[in-house]
Each structure stands twice: as C-alpha cells, then as structure tokens.
C-alpha cells in the first residue's frame, strides 16, 4: 500500500534554532516529492518539488532532500522564524499526470521567541 | 493576484441538506482537484479536472459530485449532507497534471453537517 510516513508528529523549537523534519515513503512507481507549508486556517503552499536524479532543493531557508534507494525525505529550516510556525506536509506522486498525490499527515512545527 | 478562490469560507449545515462549494482560479490553468482534510488525517482526492469538459474520481468521491463549469471554475457539490462530511475542503489548480507542476490551493471551506 502506497504510503508516507512523516516524524516527529509535533516539534516545538526556539527561534533561530535549526530544524529537520522526515518523511519515509512507499509509494511505488515514484514520479516526486513534494513538500509543502500549511498556516493554521490556511491552504497549503508548495516549498519544493524534487524528482528521483534530485537529491538536494533549496528555497530559501528551507532545502528539501531525497534518498530514492532509501525512500526517504527530509525538510532543513535554518535559522527558523516564528513565521515557519506551520504544519509541513511531505507528499509523494506515484505517477507522472494526474491526480495521485499521497499526502503525509503532516508535522506541526512551532516556533518559540 | 487571487490565485484560486473558494466560496463561502466557512457553512453549517444539516444533515440531508446540500450545497455547491465553489471554487475559480485566475491563472488559466488546465487541470483542477478538490481535497478534503480531515483531523489527523493526510488531505484525500475527492475528484480532479485534468482539463476543461472532463472529471474524474479520486480516492473517496462517494457522496460528492463535480461540475468543471468552464476553464476557471470546477465546483463541488454535497446532495444529501451527512456528518462524516464535515470537514475541511480545499481546491487546488495546476497548470496542466502533477507531473512537475506546482500545485497552488485555496484557502479552504470548513463544513460542519450537524
């Protein structure tokens, strides 16, 4: 069964401190990964989209990795913000067109002045 | 720039009631998703619009129906409102499928059917 798997569930963390959050994936055939930013009350914003020859995308403050052979993902936040205070969700498309996203239930991070 | 909007923002309902959830983006793109988000849950594909004339089911469209109006709007519609509906509703819009295409997503329609 197609699945992601994100840890930890909920991260709480000072401002200006660095971050890292998983995400482990089943998902079989893999066509990419995404990550996304979610604001409490708000719709989700994509932060990076990596296909499998990418190991490494970077936006901003945020830079996103992959394992193919390991199926795995992380997302690094640097010197974090209380603005980075937001669910991040890692999703994997299982093929290259239409409609099949497999959604992580997400990672809740706050961040703490 | 609007981006994708949806409309209302949020509605109570009871049950057996129904209702259109609207969604239209502004960026002339060709394929079009409704999502719900339920608590400790990842978002779940009700039903896509690849291009303009054409819907197709996704994971869990039973209860749910869809109308790709034209190009801009794609709407969601609940005929017979149930509890296990309550929950929160996004549109999203891509330029044409999933393949690399970012995905941008409304601000969501939070239900409640008592």
């Known amino acids: 069964k197609n699945q992601v798997e994100q840890s930890p569930q909920s991260l709480i963390i000072l401002e200006g401190k660095n971050c890292t959050l998983q995400c482990n994936y089943t998902v079989s055939p893999f066509s990419n990964l995404r990550w996304y930013k979610q604001d409490t009350g708000r719709g989700p914003v994509s932060l990076t989209i990596?296909?499998?020859?990418?190991n490494t995308k970077s936006n901003g403050r945020y830079t996103a990795t992959l394992d193919a052979d390991t199926k795995q993902s992380s997302l690094h936040i640097t010197a974090s913000q209380l603005s980075d205070s937001a669910s991040y969700i890692c999703?994997?498309?299982?093929?290259?067109?239409?409609?099949?996203?497999?959604f992580g239930k997400g990672t809740k991070l706050s961040v703490k002045p | 720039n609007a981006g994708v909007t949806q409309t209302p923002k949020f509605q109570v309902l009871k049950t057996g009631q129904s209702m259109t959830l609207q969604c239209a983006q502004d960026?002339?793109?060709?394929?079009m998703y409704w999502y719900r988000q339920d608590p400790g849950m990842g978002l779940r594909l009700i039903y896509y619009s690849a291009s303009e004339g054409t819907t197709d089911k996704g994971e869990v469209p039973n209860g749910y129906n869809v109308s790709r109006l034209n190009k801009r709007e794609f709407s969601l519609r609940l005929e017979s409102a149930a509890p296990s509906q309550t929950s929160v509703y996004f549109c999203a819009s891509t330029s044409d499928g999933l393949a690399l295409n970012i995905q941008y997503f409304g601000a969501g329609t939070r239900l409640s059917v008592l």
């Open positions: 960026m002339n793109h060709n394929s």
């Open positions: 990596m296909t499998f020859s990418e």
């Open positions: 999703v994997v498309s299982d093929r290259g067109s239409q409609g099949n996203l497999i």
